[in-house]
């Protein structure tokens, strides 16, 4: 006992982790996620020496068939990486990924995406020495389920299970040491200190060649190094194109007058498409992809669809679509518009009863906005544009963001004021899009000094902002100070980065077309993560992360000031603008309500199903409950107890 107290407090946890192991693997069961992060962690270093590390540059051989050939690797932050070797024949091999492309290679001087697993996995290779990914990982993977596995004939426990789906490479931890011993298909061994921290300084490949490592540098900054293809026409720029929208022409900024809040302009409606399709895609549930079936504005007068139901459930149409006579019986374009306009969960039950989040300001800084929609140009308080692009037409992901949040039929919050500024997250650099958040962070700043002209009860309170920003981005910095001097004026900035700056986890939710949107038991895992979900990669338990609905949604379009588009599936940008619009019923009911015991009361009266699947009964959510939260947060009301909203399951 005298000499467990005498060892440096890093290795008694690692003690204490190392007993947990061994005496669950006595037990039969498979240790969680958590501990075999947590205890990989502590095997490679300090806790602090760990989580300073934001870049990577190692190098070494490759010995294949008796031939030793160059290898290095450069990780620049969570995201990029380079490799550079040769191939058997001696020609330079280049591997790469920057935070805006997939996985690229060149070889033989053409640049194409990365596809399969390469014998040189680089997406396996930068798993295994970015210590900043593997903690990201090691969040999102938090209740992933874990199986017993044999490497090298060593027992070891991996993450997620053997077959199915799966977003990131499985990892298999050692049994007996704790450490990351195969990521994929490599094989990792002679892990040595470095400045404190354990590498592997061997890597073992499929094919039997064997990388050597002699030199490796960390550094707690990341690199200023681009990590694109460097390519010029075709190939990947070509699938990079969309993303640049209007970075090549000029930035404009256009404020009110002083002492003023206006609308500074009113962007053109974006074109509609209008032509007559030759064929009707088809939709396929395995691939994942958003916008599979893609119908806004054609007219489809001509075909027979009858046979096409699963199609056109997971279509996304607009008013300005045209049917033709002969659909399936079950699909009604009408129906299936209405029902996802309805925010659902209840709300507008609430909305009949006066909560509409009447006077609360929500702001949203995203796209050009169509600030004539008939969804909101009546609470339309404020337009401005700080950098953007300049007589840009509105676009559809300002415009809809804008109607889930406060949208007249389709918003939650259908009574607040809505303030807007429409800029950008990134521009052309020398090399392609560079992500650059200090507009953003700028229009941040701007709001905020708005709001002190705003009366007490009719200030802004929430900021949509449906992105998200990491330290490699410019504007970091900028972007971090914006929120945290919007917290200290109570105003509650939701992204795609709350779970950074407020501690704060959220996911989107699911829901059948023609299902019933109020109805807890219409939802389930979010259409991008779902293949996740089941496959046990993707397990969070029950009190964790508020859950919201996202997929399924009718908004405002920015075609036309009464036109709108139903998106079948989406991503956490239409789960953003929804917690928004919550928050802000919530400070109606609750005027000195903070973002902290907003998320603990949404958390606390939320609603938890029993998911079957494949004789499987999962428990799923925590998925949130406005009535019983808002009731729960009414001055001077009784807090319901806790677990008094389950429902069972679908």
Not at 473 to 483: F, I, Q, T
């Amino acid at each position: 006992m005298g000499r467990a107290q005498s060892l440096p407090a890093q290795w008694q946890v690692l003690a204490c982790l190392t007993i947990i192991v061994i005496s669950a693997c006595a037990q039969g069961q498979v240790p969680s996620a958590e501990e075999l992060f947590r205890r990989h962690f502590a095997q490679l270093g300090s806790t602090g020496a760990v989580a300073q590390v934001k870049s990577v540059v190692l190098s070494g051989t490759v010995a294949r068939s008796g031939v030793d050939t160059p290898f290095s690797l450069r990780i620049g932050g969570l995201g990029s990486w380079r490799i550079e070797t040769r191939d058997e024949n001696g020609k330079p091999l280049v591997y790469g990924r920057s935070p805006r492309e997939k996985p690229w290679v060149r070889e033989r001087g053409r640049v194409r995406e990365l596809e399969g697993e390469p014998v040189i996995d680089p997406i396996a290779l930068s798993i295994t020495y970015d210590l900043e990914l593997q903690r990201f990982m090691g969040q999102r993977l938090v209740d992933a389920i874990c199986e017993t596995e044999q490497v090298q004939r060593r027992t070891a426990f991996a993450i997620g299970r053997r077959h199915g789906p799966r977003q990131f490479p499985r990892l298999f931890f050692d049994a007996e040491t704790g450490l990351l011993v195969r990521v994929r298909r490599l094989l990792l061994d002679d892990y040595r200190p470095v400045n404190g921290i354990r590498v592997p300084h061997t890597i073992r490949f499929v094919d039997g060649s064997v990388l050597k490592v002699t030199t490796v540098q960390h550094s707690p900054e990341p690199s200023s190094e681009s990590f694109a293809a460097r390519k010029t026409g075709g190939g990947l720029l070509g699938a990079v194109g969309p993303m640049l929208g209007g970075a090549l022409q000029q930035q404009v900024t256009q404020l009110s007058a002083p002492g003023r809040m206006e609308v500074v302009r009113h962007p053109p409606p974006a074109p509609s498409r209008k032509h007559e399709p030759r064929e009707i895609p088809r939709f396929d549930a395995d691939s994942g992809a958003h916008g599979q079936v893609p119908l806004q504005g054609l007219d489809l007068r001509r075909f027979n669809l009858t046979d096409r139901t699963q199609d056109l459930l997971h279509a996304d149409f607009d008013t300005r679509t045209q049917w033709p006579d002969r659909l399936p019986q079950g699909f009604s374009p009408g129906q299936v518009l209405d029902l996802g306009k309805n925010p659902g969960l209840g709300l507008r039950r609430l909305h009949e009863r006066g909560i509409t989040g009447k006077g609360v300001g929500i702001a949203v800084v995203d796209f050009p906005l169509l600030a004539d929609h008939a969804e909101y140009a009546d609470r339309l308080r404020l337009y401005e544009e700080i950098e953007s692009s300049r007589g840009q037409a509105a676009h559809m992901h300002g415009s809809a963001v804008a109607s889930i949040a406060l949208g007249k039929t389709c918003g939650v919050a259908p009574g607040a004021d809505l303030y807007f500024i429409a800029s950008r997250n990134s521009r052309l650099g020398t090399n392609g899009m560079v992500r650059d958040f200090r507009p953003i962070a700028q229009s941040v700043n701007r709001l905020l000094d708005l709001n002190d002209q705003l009366a007490p009860n009719r200030r802004i309170r929430a900021i949509a902002l449906a992105m998200g920003w990491s330290e490699n981005d410019g504007g970091y910095a900028e972007m971090n100070a914006a929120v945290a001097r919007a917290t200290s004026n109570r105003v509650f900035v939701i992204s795609s980065s709350s779970r950074e700056t407020h501690g704060l986890w959220f996911d989107g939710l699911y829901r059948p077309a023609t299902a019933d949107p109020d109805s807890f038991e219409s939802y389930g895992p979010g259409s991008w993560w779902a293949h996740m979900f089941w496959s046990g990669e993707m397990r969070f338990k029950p009190g964790k992360r508020l859950c919201v609905p996202m997929d399924a949604r009718t908004v405002a379009s920015p075609v036309g000031a009464n036109d709108y588009v139903h998106y079948d599936s989406a991503g956490w940008s239409w789960a953003i603008p929804w917690i928004a619009g919550l928050y802000a019923l919530a400070c109606e009911v609750c005027p000195d309500i903070a973002p902290g015991k907003f998320w603990a009361e949404a958390l606390r009266t939320g609603v938890t199903l029993q998911l079957n699947h494949r004789g499987e009964t999962i428990p799923f959510g925590t998925i949130a409950n406005p009535a019983a939260l808002l009731e729960a947060l009414r001055p001077n009301g009784e807090s319901s107890p806790p677990g008094s909203h389950l429902a069972k399951g679908i």
